[in-house]
C-alpha cells in the first residue's frame, strides 16, 4: 500500500497503523504514537540503508547518540543537525 505523507500523518489519529504500510511507515507510525519499543522491534532485524536510517533516529531519540551515530553510518549518513520531530518528517515524506 501506498499512501501520500498527509494520508499517513492523519493515520496517526487512529488506533492501529493503516493496514498494509511498509515496516519503514509502520515504524515511524508506533514512534510518532509512543510506542518506541514497537517501532525499534520493527526495525531493528531489517537489514538495508532505511531501516538504518530509522534504527539511527529512535536510537538518536532515546539519548542513546553512540548507537545512533553507528546506525547512521550504516545508512551511510551523519547525524543530522536538525530536531528529532524535523528527522521524522524528512523520513517519513522520503518514504510515502
Do not use: C
Not at 509502520?26 to 510518532?32: F, V
Not at 547512521?72 to 517519513?92: D, F
Amino acid at each position: 500500500m501506498t499512501m501520500d505523507y498527509d494520508s499517513f500523518k492523519e493515520s496517526l489519529a487512529a488506533d492501529h497503523p493503516p493496514p498494509g504500510i511498509s515496516p519503514y511507515l509502520a515504524a515511524l507510525w508506533q514512534d510518532a504514537n509512543g510506542d518506541w519499543e514497537t517501532a525499534h522491534h520493527i526495525i531493528q532485524d531489517i537489514d538495508d540503508s532505511i531501516a538504518a536510517e530509522i534504527h539511527a533516529y529512535l536510537h538518536r531519540k532515546e539519548g542513546d547518540l553512540g548507537n545512533a551515530d553507528y546506525w547512521y553510518r550504516k545508512a551511510g549518513q551523519k547525524r543530522p543537525g536538525v530536531s528529532l520531530p524535523e528527522e521524522w518528517e524528512r523520513i517519513a515524506k522520503k518514504l510515502t
